[in-house]
């Protein structure tokens, strides 16, 4: 017999992820602490940012697909990227839970729309339009993220 699914953890005091030391905290409305050496940058939607150190450089964080897809998806038009040394800080202020997966090297995983707060820069995003009328009627949303650990462990949150 397989054995039973294991719950992740939604309180992690040290985590340790390539290029960051994170913490996640708060049970009602969770935040994604994050010190980063600079080596591995960090990227998120732009509205998820809680604070960050002044002196830490945040960029554009390159998209594959096409503006006309994600405007009609309502998808962020633009992924901002942490890239130097420091503190930073994220959180969607709402209620929930946040859980670290860390991709090995081939890993990948898919997750509904509005669910991602930040990924090290390891993984690549991408997303795809859900086909059918029974899957956007009931599923509640008409897209799905992928995250895709390439030739490097990455993490997604």
Do not use: C
Not at 4 to 11: D, E, M, S, V
Not at 105 to 118: D, K, N, S, W
């Amino acid at each position: 017999m397989p054995s039973a699914p294991q719950i992740l953890p939604t309180q992690i005091p040290e985590g340790v992820a390539p290029g960051v030391k994170y913490r996640l905290e708060g049970e009602l409305v969770p935040v994604l602490h994050m010190a980063l050496d600079g080596q591995v940058p960090v990227y998120f939607e732009h509205h998820v940012l809680l604070w960050k150190y002044p002196q830490m450089q945040i960029g554009l964080h390159p998209l594959g697909k096409g503006l006309k897809w994600r405007v009609f998806g309502g998808l962020p038009l633009l992924m901002l990227e942490a890239q130097s040394p420091g503190e930073i800080a994220f959180s969607r202020d709402s209620p929930g839970h946040v859980v670290a997966l860390h991709l090995q090297p081939g890993e990948g995983i898919m997750v509904r729309e509005h669910q991602f707060l930040a990924a090290t820069g390891g993984v690549q995003y991408d997303y795809s339009r859900i086909q059918g009328f029974a899957n956007m009627l009931y599923g509640g949303g008409f897209w799905v993220d992928h995250f895709f650990a390439g030739d490097r462990e990455g993490v997604v949150w």
